[in-house]
């Protein structure tokens, strides 16, 4: 849209630019470049320094008035959580008053810790506490030798995490003490959130906007600043986590030959299809679908049996009310177990075994705990009585759960396709499930399920049609590379495009066979290797020039990886993209093998490899979306 008349010290030209700029852009890339242009300023004489807002504003302080020190907001996301937290942090302190800058955390210049007066730190953990991958290289560094000394810094952290994992939120805490250990100064203690995020995360950001508003209040300039719209305000989409899309589920089939069988946990791999028309919504290639589920039926009825309690019992909680059976159908976790759930019902049940699993060094035995037991199995296991409004008090608040999209929206329309590993599988002689999968798998074709897109901004396809790249999806990790292949096809990317793919059986489990090989037929793929665990067959490595491979042992992408090494730094060094995508502890492997990769055939020691690697992660040109 047109901009308003440019103020000082904006020329008509610079103004133009500007708008042309920041048309289009999401409140992700809006705070991007307000960080941006926040360092830019700081750079400069203080009589010359400004900051740009949120509101797609600009604050221009008059000619002799003092300006605050900016408050900086660092996020590291793996799902979003992190970011929907700090982006409303931010919003909410500037409506208070301070001058605000949003990072997130792999655009954050380190070399300014050194400078900064006021920061606020945003952090999830994922896996056995791991960083995000966007927060990779600013962990590295805080925790590092050239961590400056922060004895101007006042902060505070807020941790984000999953209570069914030992090390719950450890990297809130990693930052948290190592800014202390700096010199810095700690705001007010830090938050803790588990996946029902606004039980802390609420009076959390309570409290940042308290001390934000003092702090701004202390520094604040000698006349009022004129704040001037550059464009108005965009509407945010009509649908979103708090307001999910009813999508029509328009078909479902099976991938593997399992599909439909009792089968090993993530063996029973299906394909969905699903109606987003009507819904405005939008996605690219490399984003989620978030997924609401409802708990499978009978082990509602599990539960309310084990329990004795009675599924049409009244209880109040979360500020309404309702059947204890709706809370436990789609409102709260049953198959997650969570560690304040652990402790209540270890209390409950006075059982010490369960207690002592609470202490930090039992991490090892409570993380085993947690894989193989279900809320059901704990309270089948060590009995314990337990009232409607407690259970549900206890119970951890439903997450939705989200799905790497397989699907081109150029190339399918209003319609987003999933990959999913349906989880059933028999324990104690009983049947278990996972929430969601299950949830999509029970449904059949026409009916309606809650659905929003959760933008993934690390995980996107080269701005350059031209480069090649390199994608490993190992089982249901495929998904997003599926979304790749016909993005690049309908755009008519110059770029090779290569697939690195495992499973345990070529025969039951070779997701999507019959599209990739006619990908390769078509010149859409350009190389795919293929790794079947499971197999005493060769395992094929496949390209437009024929088939070959050899071996009898285990085969995994990492052992792939290795085997055409040469080729893959070759790729690299030429300017190619590198994906990851599937499970926490397979990115690991795939890691440490192009880490041998680029050492072997660079010539590289082990510490220029990671440099180099972590070069890739910066320039994006490495991206990994693990879970």
């Known amino acids: ?4 008349p440019a103020p ?13 700029l920041t048309d289009g852009l999401d409140g992700a890339g809006l705070w991007w470049i307000s960080g941006y242009a926040a360092g830019l300023a700081r750079a400069q004489a203080p009589a010359a320094r400004m900051a740009t807002s949120l509101a797609t504003t600009a604050v221009l302080p008059a000619a002799d008035a003092t300006p605050a020190s900016p408050l900086t907001i660092v996020y590291g996301s ?35 810790l050194k400078d900064e007066k006021q920061l606020y730190i945003v952090i999830s953990t994922q896996g056995e506490g791991d960083p995000p991958d966007d927060s990779i290289a600013l962990v590295e560094f805080i925790r590092g030798r050239r961590a400056p000394k922060l004895p101007q810094l006042r902060y505070a952290v807020l941790g984000l995490g999953d209570s069914s994992y030992p090390q719950f939120c450890e990297m809130g805490r990693v930052l948290d003490e190592r800014l202390a250990e700096l010199g810095a100064t700690r705001l007010f203690e830090r938050g803790e959130a588990d996946l029902d995020i606004d039980s802390v995360a609420t009076p959390w950001l309570e409290r940042a906007v308290d001390e934000a508003r003092a702090m701004a ?9 004129t704040v001037t719209p550059l464009r108005p305000l965009q509407s945010g989409p009509a649908h979103d986590r708090d307001r999910p899309f009813q999508a029509e589920l328009l078909a479902s089939h099976p991938l593997s030959a399992s599909s439909g069988l009792r089968s090993p946990r ?15 919504l939008h996605y ?23 329990l004795k309690l009675d599924g049409d019992t009244a209880v109040a909680a979360s500020g309404e009310e309702r059947p204890l059976r709706d809370w436990l159908d789609g409102r709260r976790e049953l198959t997650r177990l969570s560690r304040p759930f652990l402790a209540a019902h270890a209390e409950r049940c006075g059982d010490a075994g369960l207690q002592a699993m609470l202490q930090p060094d039992r991490r090892a035995d409570l993380a085993r705990l947690f894989d193989e037991l279900q809320v059901i199995d704990l309270l089948r296991r060590h009995p314990a009585g337990w009232d409607a409004a407690g259970l549900v008090a206890a119970l951890r608040p439903m997450a939705p759960r989200l799905y790497s999209i397989a699907s081109s929206q150029k190339h399918v329309g209003d319609e987003v396709h999933l990959t999913v590993a349906h989880v059933e599988y028999d324990f104690d002689g009983r049947t278990r499930w996972g929430t969601a999968s299950n949830f999509l798998a029970r449904a059949g074709e026409g009916a309606r399920l809650p659905v929003y897109i959760e933008p993934n901004e690390r995980f996107r396809l080269p701005a350059d049609p031209d480069r090649d790249i390199i994608m490993v999806g190992p089982g249901t990790g495929v998904a997003p590379f599926r979304a790749f292949v016909q993005e ?12 690195f793919f495992g499973n345990p059986h070529f025969r039951t489990d070779f997701l999507y066979q019959l599209e990739w090989q006619r990908a390769i037929r078509d010149g859409r793929l350009h190389r795919l290797d293929l790794a079947f665990s ?46 990851v995508c599937g499970a926490i502890a397979m990115g690991k492997d795939v890691h440490a093998a192009l880490l041998d990769v680029i050492a072997t055939h660079g010539g590289q020691s082990r510490e220029d490899a990671e440099d180099y690697l972590g070069r890739l992660q910066q320039q994006g040109r490495y991206a990994r979306d693990v879970y």
């Open 284 to 306: 690219q290639p490399g984003d989620a679908l978030g997924v609401w589920p409802r708990n499978p039926p009978a082990l509602i009825d599990e539960v309310l049996a084990t």
């Open 534 to 579: 499971r197999d005493k067959e060769k395992s094929p490595h496949v390209d437009a020039q024929g088939v070959a491979g050899d071996s009898h042992r285990k085969i995994y992408v990492q052992r792939r990886l290795r085997e055409q090494g040469r080729a893959i730094y070759d790729w690299l060094e030429n300017g190619a993209h590198f994906y």
């Open 1 to 4: 849209m047109p901009a308003s």
């Open 78 to 112: 793996q799902t979003g959580n992190a970011r929907r937290v700090a982006e409303k942090l931010a919003a909410q302190a500037e409506a208070a008053g301070a001058v605000v800058r949003l990072l997130r955390a792999d655009a954050y210049p380190t070399r300014e």
């Open 488 to 499: 690049r096809t309908e755009t008519a990317a110059g770029g090779r495009n290569w697939l």
């Open 266 to 280: 993530g063996r029973d791999v299906r394909h969905f299809e699903l109606s987003l028309e009507g819904s405005g």
């Open 217 to 225: 209040r202390g520094a604040a300039p000698a006349h009022s600043a």
């Open 8 to 20: 000082a010290p904006l020329t008509d030209e610079q103004s133009g630019l500007l708008t042309r």
